[in-house]
Nanobody, 114 residues
Framework: VQLVESGGGLVQAGGSLRLSCLAS????????MNWYRQAPGKERELVAR????????DYADSVKGRFTISRINAKNTVYLQMNSLKPEDTAVYLC????????WGQGTQVTVSS
């Protein structure tokens, strides 16, 4: 199982980024996918999750209305569209799935400047 995130970067407050997580080594369309984030000195936080077919999503209260999780199973990819970014969104964003075990990507850094 491999999860590879991309799309992070430096953006000004109010800006947008789209993160991608490319999955391989398992039947992607059979598994729910999650995005977490880890900020320095803070606990890892579940940001958004999506079911295997993309019909059910859930978000942390801190990102509701600003972030959108989606997936394209034909591309083995899950996305996180982040709009109206705030400095408190600064973190490493990680893709995660339970595929027989707890599987994580390496993360992508998102930095939001004020």
């Amino acid at each position: 199982v491999q999860l590879v995130e991309s799309g992070g970067g430096l953006v000004q407050a109010g800006g947008s980024l789209r993160l991608s997580c490319l999955a391989s080594g398992f039947t992607f369309s059979s598994y729910a996918m999650n995005w977490y984030r880890q900020a320095p000195g803070k606990e890892r936080e579940l940001v958004a999750r999506i079911n295997s077919v993309g019909t059910v999503t859930d978000y942390a209260d801190s990102v509701k209305g600003r972030f959108t999780i989606s997936r394209i199973n034909a591309k083995n990819t899950v996305y996180l569209q982040m709009n109206s970014l705030k400095p408190e969104d600064t973190a490493v964003y990680l893709c995660q799935a339970w595929v027989k075990d707890d599987c994580w990507g390496q993360g992508t850094q998102v930095t939001v400047s004020s």
